[in-house]
């Protein structure tokens, strides 16, 4: 009890990943996977759980004000990486957290009745309610110890919400445990292939296989680096030390620090990201007749339709249906299967099992995931404007910090649609994953730095180092993954950023490692 009445850093933690992307991440894992990538959250949390941990070593490590971790990264590793670190984070926080204000948004007008609302109205509700609770949080003593309660409540509504979905679904006999419980055990080689479910389909699909096989695979990886990237991001990686420091801790909580990211950070994470995997699984993948978004539907159609007919997109509306009600019965039962479905439309398949509670539960469970995380950007934002300008925490210049990602929410209808959208996601997608493990490599490097931890440094640190760079390099593959496949891209503005992406991984990789060494 003295443990859970003490934690909170891990919760923050907790309220950024169970958020839009893992809300995203979960669906299109459930819709293309089903069960078989259940074990890719965990894993992926599991190595973020093991670097945040020595991120919270270093930072408790260090009494002095000068040794927080940014400064040390600055000043024992290489100053381009610190500074790379703080920038992704700012980038990072103003684009994704607009994304929350739009998921919100998207939540209370299509599940919780509020379709007549103006999206401006909502968004500046949330966005005076975020404002006035990172007010409260930039304080001391009882004002901050709410918004700490308020995470933490917020939290534990994300994974009920999700966990009354499988508990109802499992009671109707909808989930597959035999499939669930193989889909625990982590299987690499689904990675680079199809999934067999769609074998059945594939066979049938003639001339058109090896597309269908393509499609499928390169989708796969997509949505495998987004959902994996969702578990800890960069930004994350910045605020854990400042939230430390905030609650006071120092070298006597180091053992607590750990025990709060399992327990508030690793398995609420777990639960709520499964929960959504099993709860999409059961009712979209591999299955033709699934309920799916039109929209969504053509747009898969359409890029095989592509392959068969030259210059398909330029066809007038008329033409285009002609051949899509024309198109084999198995390409559209892959297109459906296949299309990308949104919260809404798991919310309708959930009807013959809730009833009319379908819409409300999963409206509340969105909304706390988009309040929650909107929240910790904000507090990332602050922390990481204050430290730029070297006042880290001082209250008004977190505030100011924390107030630029509200504004760009708060014109979430404008910047989160179409090609506005677009040409903010793929830049800052790339710049996250790209230094993301270079962030791990800072702290991976730190720990093994007698000039910054002094007489702190782990004698002896042969398990933390294997575990350390086992994470790093998973970071490292999944990072250079997403970058080729940008970089193989046909859209030229994705192909430049993938290239743009590689470079600076491995610039900022050679500069940190000979960084290190000579200041060694």
Same mark, same amino acid.
């Given at each position: 009890?003295?443990? %859970?009445?003490?934690?909170?850093?891990?919760?923050?933690?907790? $309220?950024?990943?169970?958020?839009?992307?893992?809300?995203?991440?979960?669906?299109?894992?459930?819709?293309?996977?089903?069960?078989?990538?259940?074990?890719?959250?965990?894993?992926?949390?599991?190595?973020?759980?093991?670097?945040?941990? !020595?991120?919270?070593?270093?930072?408790?490590?260090?009494?002095?004000?000068?040794?927080?971790?940014?400064?040390?990264?600055?000043?024992?590793?290489?100053?381009?990486?610190?500074?790379?670190?703080?920038?992704?984070?700012?980038?990072?926080?103003?684009? *994704?957290?607009?994304?929350?204000? $739009?998921?919100?948004?998207?939540?209370?007008?299509?599940?919780?009745?509020?379709?007549?609302?103006?999206?401006?109205?909502?968004?500046?509700?949330?966005?005076?309610?975020?404002?006035?609770?990172?007010?409260?949080?930039?304080?001391?003593?009882?004002?901050?110890?709410?918004?700490?309660?308020?995470? @933490?409540?917020?939290?534990?509504?994300?994974?009920?919400?999700?966990?009354?979905?499988?508990?109802?679904?499992?009671?109707?006999?909808?989930?597959?445990?035999?499939?669930?419980?193989?889909?625990?055990?982590?299987?690499?080689?689904?990675?680079?292939?199809?999934?067999?479910?769609?074998?059945?389909?594939?066979?049938?699909?003639?001339?058109?296989?090896?597309?269908?096989?393509?499609?499928?695979?390169?989708?796969?990886?997509?949505?495998? /680096?987004?959902?994996?990237?969702?578990?800890?991001?960069?930004?994350?990686?910045?605020?854990?030390?400042?939230?430390?420091?905030?609650?006071?801790?120092?070298?006597?909580?180091?053992?607590?620090?750990?025990?709060?990211?399992?327990?508030?950070?690793?398995?609420?994470?777990?639960?709520? !990201?499964?929960?959504?995997?099993?709860?999409?699984?059961?009712?979209?993948? !591999?299955?033709?007749?699934? /309920?799916?978004?039109?929209?969504?539907?053509?747009?898969?159609?359409?890029?095989?339709?592509?392959?068969?007919?030259?210059?398909?997109?330029?066809?007038?509306?008329?033409? @285009? $249906?002609?051949?899509?009600? %024309?198109?084999?019965?198995?390409?559209?039962?892959?297109?459906?299967?296949?299309?990308?479905?949104?919260?809404?439309?798991? %919310?309708?398949?959930?009807?013959? *099992?809730?009833?009319?509670?379908?819409?409300?539960?999963?409206?509340?469970? /969105?909304?706390?995931?988009?309040?929650?995380?909107?929240?910790?950007?904000?507090?990332?934002?602050?922390?990481?404007?204050?430290? $730029?300008?070297?006042?880290?925490?001082?209250?008004?210049?977190?505030? =100011?910090?924390?107030?630029?990602?509200?504004?760009?929410?708060?014109?979430?209808?404008?910047?989160?649609?179409?090609?506005?959208?677009?040409?903010?996601?793929?830049?800052?997608?790339?710049?996250?994953?790209?230094?993301?493990?270079?962030?791990?490599?800072?702290?991976?490097?730190?720990?093994?730095?007698?000039?910054?931890?002094?007489?702190?440094?782990?004698?002896?640190?042969?398990?933390?180092?294997?575990?350390?760079?086992?994470?790093?390099?998973?970071?490292?593959?999944?990072?250079?993954?997403?970058?080729?496949?940008?970089?193989?891209?046909?859209?030229?503005?994705?192909?430049?950023?993938?290239?743009?992406?590689? /470079?600076?991984?491995?610039?900022?990789?050679?500069?940190? =490692?000979?960084?290190?060494?000579?200041?060694?």
């Amino acid at each position: 009890m003295l443990y %859970a009445r003490l934690s909170g850093p891990g919760w923050v933690q907790a $309220a950024v990943t169970l958020g839009g992307g893992t809300l995203v991440g979960g669906l299109y894992l459930g819709v293309i996977g089903g069960y078989q990538f259940l074990w890719l959250q965990p894993l992926a949390m599991l190595c973020g759980v093991i670097m945040l941990s !020595a991120i919270s070593y270093v930072t408790l490590s260090k009494d002095n004000h000068e040794d927080r971790p940014f400064k040390l990264a600055q000043k024992h590793v290489s100053p381009f990486l610190a500074w790379g670190w703080l920038i992704a984070t700012v980038v990072a926080n103003v684009v *994704f957290c607009s994304a929350q204000f $739009a998921l919100g948004a998207d939540a209370i007008q299509g599940n919780l009745n509020g379709e007549n609302l103006n999206p401006y109205l909502i968004t500046s509700f949330l966005f005076a309610v975020s404002l006035f609770l990172i007010w409260l949080f930039s304080g001391e003593g009882k004002a901050s110890k709410i918004i700490d309660g308020v995470i @933490k409540g917020l939290v534990a509504v994300i994974v009920l919400s999700f966990m009354g979905v499988v508990i109802t679904l499992s009671a109707n006999g909808a989930i597959d445990w035999s499939a669930l419980l193989s889909g625990l055990m982590p299987d690499f080689s689904a990675l680079f292939h199809p999934v067999d479910s769609y074998d059945i389909y594939l066979n049938n699909t003639g001339e058109f296989q090896s597309f269908w096989e393509t499609y499928i695979s390169n989708s796969q990886r997509n949505i495998i /680096i987004g959902a994996f990237g969702t578990a800890v991001g960069i930004n994350m990686t910045f605020l854990l030390p400042y939230s430390l420091k905030k609650k006071n801790w120092n070298k006597s909580h180091r053992e607590l620090s750990r025990y709060d990211l399992v327990l508030g950070l690793f398995i609420p994470f777990v639960l709520g !990201a499964s929960f959504l995997i099993i709860s999409t699984a059961s009712q979209f993948h !591999a299955k033709k007749d699934g /309920i799916v978004n039109k929209v969504a539907y053509h747009e898969v159609l359409d890029k095989r339709l592509s392959v068969e007919f030259s210059g398909f997109k330029s066809f007038e509306d008329s033409k @285009k $249906a002609e051949l899509r009600a %024309a198109a084999p019965q198995v390409d559209k039962d892959l297109s459906i299967m296949l299309a990308k479905r949104n919260a809404n439309d798991l %919310a309708k398949a959930m009807i013959p *099992f809730l009833g009319n509670w379908s819409q409300f539960i999963f409206g509340i469970g /969105i909304l706390a995931m988009a309040l929650s995380t909107m929240i910790v950007h904000m507090m990332m934002n602050g922390f990481a404007i204050s430290e $730029a300008l070297g006042q880290p925490g001082q209250r008004r210049l977190f505030f =100011i910090g924390a107030s630029i990602p509200a504004l760009t929410g708060l014109l979430s209808p404008i910047i989160w649609a179409g090609s506005v959208k677009t040409a903010l996601v793929v830049p800052a997608s790339v710049i996250a994953t790209t230094l993301l493990p270079i962030a791990y490599l800072i702290f991976l490097l730190l720990m093994n730095s007698k000039k910054a931890l002094g007489e702190e440094l782990p004698q002896n640190r042969e398990l933390i180092n294997v575990l350390m760079i086992t994470a790093t390099a998973i970071a490292f593959f999944a990072s250079f993954w997403a970058l080729t496949g940008k970089y193989q891209s046909a859209n030229t503005y994705e192909h430049y950023f993938g290239l743009f992406g590689i /470079i600076v991984l491995t610039a900022l990789t050679i500069i940190g =490692i000979a960084g290190f060494l000579s200041k060694k």
